[in-house]
């Protein structure tokens, strides 16, 4: 996810900065999955261990999500649209540290591929505990001059996308009366951002869809909740310049971009750490103080 940029965003802009997506579809790479699964000859220790599906999970905070979560001892379903080679060396490195992974191709704005990424998920290990939508894209441009292309590109895969991936999750976590669900917004979508009205729009819309959720689900033991970054250490970071890069510093009372792995702790808390419990419909900033 891209942190937000405000009036820095519109200097980028006038600068000709590209942005580019972290989320796209050109692989060729994919799993093979059966439509159902027999309990009955389920080896007992598979269902052991919590399964999450990391959507977007190939780069950045997705990345750093699940590995973690892999670490934390859970069998992570790593989603990509784009880079599968990323994908397999995220697998690698969770099987490294003893955990068990499977690269998945999906596109999330796509109904029936991520209901066959959910199947995987039963398929390989008999159950789901744990969702974390972190897939999403930009396509900066000022509002004036924003093509509907633009904006609904946007809007299916960090909107729709998550409403997608929720609903098939929660028909599985439903019969179980047990699971957890993190949607991954941004601090954009609670206050706005010049030149990403497509993106604050999505991510707002995320932010309700969590509530919502929360209280749908409540009654079935699912715990909904949103993460919301700011800015946070990437590519895109590393090319802003140092005079963009002093300025957005300044808006930071922290005084530095937060990390991967920053993000990534506070999402494993709410999917796997029983403290977290009796938390739903939550939307936690973790920004350096930017959205104070």
Known sequence: MEPPLFMLLYLNLLQNIK??????????????????????????EKLVAPVAVVTGASRGIGRAIAVTLGKAGCKVIVNYAKSGMEAEEVCREIEESGGTAIAFLADVSIEHEVESMMRAAIDSWGTLDVLVNNAGITRDELLMRMKRAQWQEVVDVNLTGVYLCAQAAAAVMMKRKKGRIINIASVSGIIGNIGQANYCAAKAGVIGLTKAMAREYGGRSINVNAVAPGWVASDMTAKLGDDIERRALETIPLGRFGK????????????????????TGQVLPVDGGLSI
Not at 20 to 41: A, E, F, K, L, W
Request: proline share 4%; aromatic share 8%.
């Open 260 to 279: 991967p792995e920053e993000i990534a702790g506070l999402v494993e808390f709410l999917a796997v750490h029983p403290a977290a419990g009796y938390i």
């Open 19 to 44: 942005t580019t997506s972290s989320y796209g579809r050109r692989s060729n790479q994919t799993i093979r999955v059966t439509s159902g699964v027999n309990m009955d000859s389920m080896d007992w």
